[in-house]
């Protein structure tokens, strides 16, 4: 598998996307092997960031320093040292994918192993230092607290009260930028309040469910995913831009985009067509957890499930669903994972059409 892909990767150079996701998949591969899965976390954190996606790039910055921080763990008993992977949950639910495997099968004391400055104390702080500088890029500021405490200790014990100093100050600046909360009555029958979305200058993204269908996708066919694209993108222009990408593939009048967000009859599709169905997603909430999600960055982080939405003013492949638009709610999709993490596109576990 890690041989096929890493093949793929001068196949699907082109297709930002793939190549992505095919990283992702080659530092799977390399779960027990320390040194390469850090390398390729760290190849990913660099595309990311060549592209300006700064969430992306920190995510796999922080899998890189929690994966050093694990196998740091076996190997010193030091009191102010992170316990592994797991002082990290709390930033990341996916995190614990760094969760070193049995000795039986790894051990860091064998030669050759964990041997790179990134397993070192001093390499660790360097690790975090970066993935919150991404974070701060990405205006993601409820994130640096908790990244700088994980190293704090560490600093603490070098009595390196300078760099300290600045990390506090970094810290304060940043939260110092976060608009305050408004809260309104988003549902009369709930006493909980929800956040004024749009008192929030920050914008964290869009999300859109985009489904393959044909064999000329190869093993696309069938598969959906869901993709982050940047603030304010509208329907039109991620159709437009998958459209364009593909037709350039396969070849002029062989690409055709769904334009309903009805479930796809496989049987209505001609064999020789590639079929793109793409709907605007919206994220979702049960009472509860909007209860435990009062702040705007809360709605926009650590998400896993979605609602689909059909734009009424017109049809929904022609147009943007800005604030002014009403929405219907028509699908419901969850993730096999929180977004964020490698790649803006993340595949789903499931999506039920209404």
Known sequence: MILSDTVKLKEFANDFEMTIDLMYRVAKGYQTNPDLRLTWLLNMASRHADRELYCEAGQCMLHAAALAAEYIAMTTSDGYMPRGAVDFEHISDNILEESAVSDDVLNPDVEGICESRHFTAAGLVSLVEKCAAFFEKAHMYEMMPDVFHIVEPIIREWRDYRRLSTIYARISEALGRIEPSLPIVDDSADIWTSPLMNADKRCFGTFFR???????????????????????????????????????????????????????????????????????????????????????????????????????????????????????????????????????????LFASLA
């Open 210 to 348: 985009v489904g393959f269908y044909g064999s000329r996708f190869g093993d696309l066919d069938g598969e959906e995913f869901v993709y982050k694209e940047p603030p304010f993108t509208k329907l039109s222009e991620i159709s437009h831009r998958l459209e364009s990408f593909y037709t350039d593939r396969f070849g002029k009048d062989v690409v055709e985009i769904i334009k309903d967000s009805n479930n796809v009859v496989r049987s209505s599709l001609q064999a020789s067509k590639a079929y793109l169905q793409i709907t605007y997603l919206e994220p979702y909430f049960e009472k509860w957890e909007r209860r435990r999600r009062p702040t705007y960055f809360e709605r926009c982080h650590k998400i896993k499930r979605y609602f689909g939405c059909v734009v009424l003013e017109i049809t929904i492949h022609h147009c943007s669903p800005t604030a002014g638009s009403r929405i219907r709610p028509h699908s419901m999709c969850a993730l096999q994972q929180s977004g964020g993490y490698g790649s803006p596109v993340i595949v789903l």
